[in-house]
């Protein structure tokens, strides 16, 4: 019997250099500024408060950059007693993949199509995983949402129960569900997304209305979260599962410094307080679950069934001409200096599909407005 709506608090633990000046996983990770801890240990704290328990979704492709760094914050999440599951942003791999299959010329966002780059990335993220802990993961997270029937079929042959990288939204617009079964038996559980909205997205802290700039804003946002989970429930049923997306860098979001600079190195006390004022709200009326618990109910949960066929992409190919025209306006514009690129995740997939932008262009980074 289901007594209370279920969420799972996860945070996608990662530390991309073009995100910090310096120091990316003391910074990005573990939030050690000016003194103070503004991190995933920050986030245990409050949550143990609470009695709750966090799931760390870690990526393990990162330790390509940062080795044994890396595992030991792997570690750290697992003597603190939280949740710790993979992680995996593919194109921490272009270099090693490019050495390994040099007979494959797939940009990163075929690969999760690729049974033998799959696999490479499956069998990776689980040799790091294993240098954490005596457990067994049970759920994985591509990076930027991303996975695809190879990637799933993997998993399963591999052991790992569940998948967490659907999002209706992007990088490709998917069917509108709740938490299902594919057709292997893989089990996935979907980025929450509420239909109707204006505009639709994604449960995610630091959505920019849900993020706190003054202390004042708290009420408001427990609102809008109250609001949030009233209608989602009601829209897809009482067993339903709410995934709320976080970052380790979540704490450390400045609108200015990040439009500026690209960095998520400045402390947000007002996120810190709005994170305990969620858990302190929220913690008797919805039960708090990690990924791992989730799969545990199986059929209480898990009653609907989709095959492949039926999360495939439902847009259309733009034209390669439209394309073409942006990528060379983009050239124009862009040569030889550091810029953001804005637009929804699925554009930005498609584009770089079609014309491989990240090579062709002299850009250092991109990042699409709803990569948070």
């Known amino acids: 019997m289901i007594n209370k709506p279920k969420l799972i608090v996860t945070v996608d633990t990662e530390a991309f250099s073009l995100r910090a ?116 993961p049970i759920v994985f997270r591509g990076g930027a949402y991303r996975f695809g029937t190879a990637l799933l079929k993997k998993l399963k042959e591999r052991g790992i129960a569940a998948d967490a990288s659907y999002n209706c939204l992007r990088p490709n617009p998917l069917p509108i569900t709740k938490q299902f079964v594919f057709e292997n038996g893989i089990f996935e559980l979907p980025v929450a997304v509420l239909p109707g909205e204006n505009p639709v997205h994604t449960l995610n802290f630091n959505l920019e209305l849900l993020y706190p700039r003054i202390k004042a804003d708290t009420d408001r946002i427990l609102g809008l979260y109250d609001r949030f989970f009233c209608d989602f429930y009601r829209y897809y049923g009482a067993d339903a599962i709410a995934s709320l997306v976080m970052h380790s860098w979540s704490f450390c979001y400045d609108a200015k410094r990040y439009q500026t600079k690209g960095f998520l190195d400045r402390p947000n006390r007002y996120a810190a307080e709005l994170f305990e004022q ?95």
């Not at 799931?55 to 950059?65: K, P």
């Not at 039960?287 to 199986?298: G, K, N, P, R």
């Not at 949960?301 to 439902?314: N, P, Q, R, T, Y």
Request: proline share 1%; aromatic share 14%.
């Open 21 to 136: 000046p310096d120091n990316y996983i003391k910074t990005l990770v573990y939030g050690h500024i000016d003194g103070e801890e503004w991190g995933i240990g920050r986030m245990m704290d409050i949550a143990d408060k609470y009695g709750v328990k966090i799931t760390f979704f870690l990526d393990f492709a990162e330790v390509e950059y940062y080795g044994d760094e890396m595992i030991g914050v792997g570690k750290y999440i697992v003597s603190r007693g939280h949740d710790l599951q993979i992680h995996c942003h593919a194109d921490c791999f272009i270099k090693t993949v490019n050495k390994k299959f040099p007979h494959i010329h797939k940009r990163y966002p075929d690969w999760f199509e690729d049974d033998e780059i799959s696999e490479f990335m499956v069998d990776y993220c689980l040799e790091q995983y294993k240098k954490c802990t005596d457990k067994t």
């Open 278 to 372: 969620f858990l302190a709200r929220f913690h008797n009326k919805i039960d708090f679950i990690t990924a791992s618990q989730a799969v545990q109910l199986e059929s209480k949960c898990f009653s609907k069934k989709l095959g492949f066929a039926e999360v495939s992409s439902l847009y259309s190919i733009m034209e390669s001409g439209k394309l073409k025209s942006l990528e060379e306006q983009i050239q124009k514009e862009a040569v030889g200096r550091q810029i953001v690129v804005w637009g929804r995740g699925w554009i930005e997939n498609k584009i770089v599909e079609t014309h491989d932008i990240f090579t062709a262009l002299d850009v250092k980074f991109y990042i699409s407005q709803d990569d948070f």
